[in-house]
């Protein structure tokens, strides 16, 4: 990595100045790629959670009970 002794000369000669020039396109790639597969999984642990939620408020009178204020806990 070079350093800057003069900003009066050319800008081409001195090099990159910072690391990793050049594989910004690779990190956008990549960095996208994770940002969809997380919404994929958020979403997949989401719809979990809701149909585990569904199942615990349609046994006995949970939902009921839960409409009443009432705490429904999960069976263990």
Known sequence: MATVESWTGD???IGPIYPFAGIEG???IIG???WIIWH???WRMEAHNY???LRVLQ???NLA???RG???LRPM
Do not use: C, R, T
């Open 11 to 13: 800008i081409m000669a």
């Open 26 to 28: 690779l990190l956008v």
């Open 32 to 34: 996208v790629a994770f």
């Open 40 to 42: 994929i999984w958020q």
């Open 51 to 53: 149909q585990d939620d």
């Open 59 to 61: 046994h006995n009178d």
């Open 65 to 67: 009970k839960a409409l």
């Open 70 to 72: 009432e705490k429904v």
